[in-house]
């Protein structure tokens, strides 16, 4: 969708028929067995680690607290929550979404709420929860702000906003992209934004990169930002096969853990506060 960015109901028919992860899993969507494929592909090394993602939420210090997703997938982040007794609630701009965090929680036993959305009002009184968190999903919306003020009003004075954006500044967007439009025939004659519109697969609407001060501008209403990097793999620093890379990850271990990652990894995480007077 070269030169216009998409309207949010383009981003609503995409992610409702291609749900997060899905292609690359051949377990029936909604089974036990696909959300353990699931869990186990963001878990990886390579991706996201249970601890690192830990440390990111903090899941083990959540009991009683409220927490809402901002485009809940298919769950994973609130059923970490709610493993540590969180209230959660999720909320998604497709239906799929909707139903597979239900299904998710309804195999595991848990308790939480799910609503769909349009993708920018949120329907929950000011000041009522103590951690929203948004994970990969403002980078596919047209215009997030409205969708950030509406975090900030949810979210009670003190709380806590957690994002997850795509970086700029990657190895993935700077070498890996550009590399892929001059070599690969599937990117030949595409401009850089198409391009990396693929990076959630063929027919993705959007995808926004953000720099540290693009994300601390969005994010301007809140106080005491933090940002991590996260990300890097074997396969895209060398543009190795999936085969080839899972052998150097055996051998080499994780590239996400190091130097090179904690500055050109492709999620960059945000957390900052809703000040106690708020603006």
């Known amino acids: 969708m070269s030169g216009s960015k998409p309207e949010i109901q383009d981003v609503r028919h995409y992610w409702n028929a291609n749900p997060v992860a899905t292609e690359g899993i051949a377990e029936q969507a909604g089974s036990a067995e696909f959300f353990s494929a699931f869990d186990a592909i963001r878990e990886a090394e390579n991706c996201e680690p249970y601890a690192y993602s830990d440390l990111i939420h903090g899941y083990s210090a959540s009991q009683g607290k409220r927490v809402l997703d901002v485009g809940c997938g298919n769950g994973y982040v609130l059923s970490r929550y709610a493993r540590k007794g969180a209230d959660v609630t999720g909320v998604d701009l497709t239906a799929k979404a909707i139903e597979l965090s239900r299904r998710r929680f309804e ?11 349009d993708g920018v009002h949120l329907p929950y009184p000011d000041n ?9 999903v403002l980078h596919h919306i047209p215009d997030p702000g409205p969708t ?9 004075p003190g709380g806590k906003v957690i994002i997850m954006l795509y970086y700029r500044y990657s190895y993935n967007n700077m070498v890996v992209l550009p590399l892929k439009r001059l070599f690969d025939r599937r990117y030949k004659g595409m401009s850089h934004q198409d391009a990396l519109n693929r990076n959630d697969g063929a027919g993705c609407p959007l995808v926004m990169v953000y720099s540290r001060p693009q994300a601390h501008k969005l994010l301007h209403r809140f106080k005491d930002h933090d940002f991590r990097l996260n ?4 396969r895209q620093l060398f543009l190795l096969p999936h085969k080839a890379a899972a052998i150097a990850g055996r051998i080499l271990g994780s590239p996400s853990d190091t130097w ?7 999620n960059l995480y945000v957390t900052a506060t809703k000040p106690e007077q708020s603006q």
Not at 148 to 156: D, F, G, M, Q, S
Not at 231 to 234: A, F, G, I, P, Y
Not at 260 to 266: C, D, E, P, S, Y
């Open 107 to 117: 195999l595991e036993g848990l308790s939480g709420d799910f609503e769909q959305i």
């Open 128 to 136: 009522e929860f103590d951690i929203v968190c948004s994970m990969g």
């Open 148 to 156: 950030v003020n509406e975090i900030y009003r949810v979210l009670k």
């Open 231 to 234: 990300l890097l793999s074997w």
């Open 260 to 266: 090179l990652a904690r500055r050109l990894g492709w």
